[in-house]
């Protein structure tokens, strides 16, 4: 078994490096198209832990996550484009705002239906799952470490994301065919559509070159940050990891207000999605397996809370005659994230990619914050 924190460190980044480089492989990709490349970084460190290879408890875990998550929330959000999205208008940002309260509010009534059949610590992973499900995988993994979500239950909560997220991203696009019917019934108004894409219609970024030049100073930003946000956490609020995780994503929300967002230009976010991979190693190697067995109950309880979010939109569509293009870009912003939502909305509406794209780093945005606050709901009926 390797025990030294540096070999420890080594195993970690080497089973990262081989999952994103064969994900890239031409020959590999069609293999993580479902699982994604992220389930397989949680779920191969647990089978290398469980085989004994590498310590399932070892000081260096909590320190990559209480260093290098930070860092990571910090370098995702910096590139943050606040102007760009409040530019988007009232219908667009109404939806995205409708599909986050149906998870805010779907997540503790589904712990509170399916609580006879859960586990004591479950309400946590439904607040972990609630943060992906409004921004990301980002926000899931922040809202897991600072509410202590148990490995036992946070391993079967992947399984759920995966499943129902990929599935439910499967529904919105068959949904296209049925975009004129639902309209018509919907007396939807059109305009939104061609006045959104007039607005987005140079809001996609441009090519990405990344200068290693620019690394140390974006490393500096990251640690600096880290450093500054756990310093003040220990000031603030008794040094709970949770105060951590909210004044990082603070802090790369208002440096996204400086010259510093320039450096997403040069691999900012790239090395923020390392560091966050990175973290993921350090806990799956801390699971097993033990409940992957709850994970069928879970994935009905996973559906059950995405018809509650639909349920959410739908109501606020037909209110306010917002067309299904719309209603789905939303969704998907919320339950895929800013890599799938441009895909669905393309689906729908080719002009809507770029709105897909903003609402999903909206999400980004607003998942921690929210997943955090739906955790203490979840908590208080579980």
């Known amino acids: 078994m390797i025990q030294s924190s540096s070999g420890i460190l080594c195993a970690l980044l080497l089973i990262e490096g081989v999952i994103l480089f064969l994900s890239e492989h031409p020959e590999c990709k069609k293999f993580f198209r ?14 290398v832990s469980g085989l004994g290879i590498l310590p399932q408890q070892h000081a260096i875990y909590p320190k990559i996550t209480s260093t290098v998550l930070p860092a990571g929330l910090i370098l995702l959000l910096i590139s943050t484009d606040m102007k760009a999205i409040l530019k988007l208008g009232r219908p667009a940002l109404l939806m995205m705002f409708a599909g986050s309260a149906g998870i805010m509010f779907g997540a503790p009534l589904v712990v509170w239906i399916f609580k006879p059949w859960l586990p004591a610590e479950a309400w946590s992973g439904f607040g972990a799952l609630s943060a992906s499900w409004i921004g990301g ?35 919105l696009i068959l949904l296209e065919g049925f975009q004129k019917t639902y309209d018509r019934w919907n007396h939807s108004d059109l305009r939104v559509v061609e006045e959104l894409a007039r607005k987005t219609a140079a809001a996609e970024a441009g090519p990405e070159k990344t200068r290693f030049q620019f690394l140390p100073l974006i490393l500096a930003v990251a640690f600096g940050g880290s450093w500054i ?30 010259s510093l967002r320039k ?34 109950l879970l994935i009905v309880a996973g559906i059950a809370l995405v018809l509650v979010h639909a349920v959410f939109l739908l109501i606020v569509s037909r209110i306010t005659r917002i067309p299904l293009c719309l209603v789905a870009t939303a969704s998907q912003a919320n339950i895929g994230g800013p890599a799938s939502a441009p895909i669905v909305a393309a689906a729908y509406e080719p002009a809507l990619a770029p709105v897909g794209l903003l609402l999903g780093i909206l999400g980004n945005v607003m998942g921690t914050y929210l997943g955090l606050i739906t955790s203490q709901l979840c908590k208080l009926v579980g």
């Open 34 to 47: 479902f699982p994604p490349p992220l389930f397989w970084i949680y779920f191969l460190p647990m089978i």
């Open 137 to 171: 995988s980002a926000n899931m993994i922040a809202v897991k470490e600072a509410i202590h979500t148990p490995d036992a239950v946070f391993f079967p909560m992947i399984v759920v994301d995966t499943v129902v997220a990929y599935s439910w991203m499967g529904l």
């Open 229 to 258: 946000s756990n310093k003040l956490a220990d000031v603030f609020g008794n040094g709970s990891f949770a105060w951590t995780i909210i004044l990082a994503s603070t802090l790369g929300i208002l440096l996204s207000f400086t």
């Open 263 to 296: 450096l997403e230009r040069h691999g900012a976010s790239k090395v923020g999605y390392l560091f966050l991979f990175l973290v993921l190693t350090s806990i799956g190697a801390r699971a097993s397996l033990s409940g992957i067995f709850s994970a069928p």
